[in-house]
């Protein structure tokens, strides 16, 4: 389970716990003095408009999305009592387009022996007679981290308000000897298999990261396998794994059950050392219950990510609505604890995303689910516009600190691209981006948008890309540079970015960023790389936050089209 922020700041008590003393083993940020600390009033400055949060205090995780007679279930760690981590319940909003929510009373809280000291990460899993369950992580009185389910009270109920935590079932998967007690969490949504449920636990032996194999015949008594689904050397804990199946082509999605030919597999940690969410794309071999990544796909700190900005934790379930897979993802805050407390609310989640096999079958691709469409209002074009070097052109006629924009740039020559140099890594885009920025004039790019950016450009959250040239291919950087984004001190303004693998044999770049007063979420190449950054501007905030569209390289540049939509808020009925 996910209780860290994404840096270090004031006010906080750390530990960490030795592996054989059976307490919890994890670096938390804990601020007793204000885990219960209510807010009288909630500031509404850099709320969200159209991101998943609720009226007031913190929330983390996203536990068990799942898609049940025809309405969303959405459970979230949530603490009711302030807005820092801890007094964590599970909390649960419905809705029918993942859009429009109702918040309801929370599914599960700590209530007994076996999770008394938590009630932490999970899944859900539809069994056959289209009966839910849940499997969640409980802490017990002795700081041991043990798996727990709980089912609907009643069936017929649309909302499945209460859930209940069977008795004399629990815990249904306890930590055996050799198994880390104290790093021992967050099942996965279960498959069915061979006359078997399976279910993957994270873990991690020293600091190696562990994906814990379990099967079960009836779904309450769980067996350890001989060896693990997976696991990876020098990765620290695997925080909230997912392990789940893809078409080799198309965008449909696939129940975690199907196996076939036409399949690969994906397998999801979320690293507690980096606070990043990284997958593989592999082999599922079934008659060994193992899982193998591909040769193309990195095992560890270097490899794929989800987003390569502030986005962990993550989940993912099959909407058999639609036939698609979603995913949901943690939005962290990145200003400071006193920040949070004093403005009575921390964290958000990523507007949900649909995700499918790249055609090259060695990535995923994302893109924002059709549903979020349904909001967009007033809309703006910018067609056939040359961006030459300096240019900025504002994008007007929309609300520009609540916005989707859509944008595909043209290039029309490659031939003054910028060498890469040998000396930079292709593992560290962020490093890359932090030491060129969005000002370095290079040969093409940098260009792109600069969001919320004030009149005179003093405050500007530039999502651009660069281009270079290496000896056997175009290398193409996407960047989000949180370090113009606001005149306050205090904050965390990291430079994300990610490298997009991409043909420009058509010489065109797209870029599609959801802008919403404090986050901007971008997904580049139709969703090959994605990156979200928490900004909070003082100057370009509500009608005094301006869009542009500029380049910054000697090179011109097209904006081939552009649209802009203003967002409107959804129907919250929390």
Same mark, same amino acid.
């Given at each position: ?51 998943? !949060? ?22 979230? !760690? ?351 885009? !962020? ?144």
């Amino acid at each position: 389970m996910a209780v860290s922020k994404l840096l270090s700041l004031t006010l906080f008590i750390t530990f960490l716990c030795a592996v054989n003393n059976g307490r919890v083993e994890a670096t938390h940020e804990i601020y007793p003095q204000f885990q219960s600390l209510s807010a009288v009033s909630v500031h509404q400055l850099h709320r969200t408009a159209f991101h998943f !949060q609720p009226p007031k205090n913190w929330i983390n995780d996203p536990n068990a999305p799942m898609y049940y007679n025809g309405i969303y279930h959405f459970f979230y !760690q949530y603490n009711p009592k302030g807005a820092v981590w801890g007094n964590i319940v599970w909390a649960h909003s419905v809705s029918k387009d993942m859009i429009n929510w109702k918040a309801l009373e929370p599914a599960i809280y700590p209530s007994h022996r076996f999770d008394r000291k938590g009630a932490w990460s999970g899944s859900a899993t539809i069994l056959p007679g289209n009966k839910p369950v849940i499997l969640y992580t409980g802490v017990d009185p002795n700081d041991r981290q043990v798996q727990n389910s709980a089912v609907p009270a009643n069936l017929s109920d649309p909302y499945l308000r209460k859930w209940i935590k069977p008795a004399g079932l629990n815990p249904v998967v306890d930590p055996e000897a050799g198994v880390n007690a104290s790093a021992f969490r967050d099942p996965t949504t279960a498959w069915w298999l061979s006359g078997h449920w399976r279910m993957v636990v994270g873990s991690k032996r020293n600091h190696r990261g562990m994906a814990y194999l379990y099967r079960s015949r009836d779904f309450i008594h769980w067996i350890k396998a001989k060896h693990p689904l997976h696991s990876a050397p020098r990765t620290g804990m695997w925080e909230c794994p997912d392990f789940y199946p893809i078409l080799l082509s198309g965008k449909q999605g696939l129940d975690t059950s199907v196996l076939g030919k036409q399949v690969k597999h994906i397998l999801k940690v979320s690293l507690d050392v980096t606070r990043y969410d990284y997958y593989t794309v592999g082999t599922y071999l079934t008659d060994e219950d193992r899982y193998v990544p591909d040769n193309t796909s990195i095992d560890g700190w270097a490899g794929l990510r989800y987003d390569y900005g502030n986005f962990y934790a993550s989940k993912t379930f099959f909407d058999p609505a639609k036939k698609r897979r979603i995913l949901w993802g943690w939005v962290n805050e990145s200003d400071t604890t006193s920040d949070d407390v004093r403005k009575g609310w921390a964290g958000i989640q990523a507007i949900p995303r649909i995700v499918w096999l790249d055609p090259n079958q060695r990535q995923l691709m994302q893109w924002p689910i059709q549903e979020l469409e349904t909001l967009r209002g007033t809309n703006v074009k910018m067609n056939h516009q040359m961006l030459k070097t300096g240019d900025h052109i504002e994008v007007k006629g929309i609300s520009a600190a609540q916005a989707d924009v859509d944008v595909t740039f043209y290039i029309p020559s490659l031939d003054k691209v910028e060498a890469f140099n040998l000396g930079w890594s292709l593992t560290d885009a !962020q490093l890359l981006c932090a030491k060129k920025g969005s000002k370095v004039q290079g040969g093409i790019g940098p260009f792109g948008l600069l969001a919320l950016a004030s009149e005179n450009l003093e405050e500007y959250t530039p999502v651009f890309f660069r281009i270079f040239k290496s000896s056997q291919k175009h290398i193409v950087l996407l960047c989000s540079d949180a370090r113009s984004s606001s005149l306050k001190d205090g904050l965390y303004k990291p430079s994300f970015a990610g490298f997009v693998d991409v043909d420009l044999t058509d010489k065109k770049l797209s870029l599609r960023s959801l802008i919403d007063h404090s986050v901007v979420e971008s997904f580049g190449a139709g969703g090959k790389t994605c990156i979200t950054s928490r900004v909070y501007p003082t100057l370009a905030v509500l009608e005094n936050a301006h869009l542009y569209a500029f380049n910054n390289g000697t090179e011109t540049i097209i904006v081939e089209n552009l649209n802009a939509w203003s967002m409107k808020k959804p129907l919250r009925m929390n």
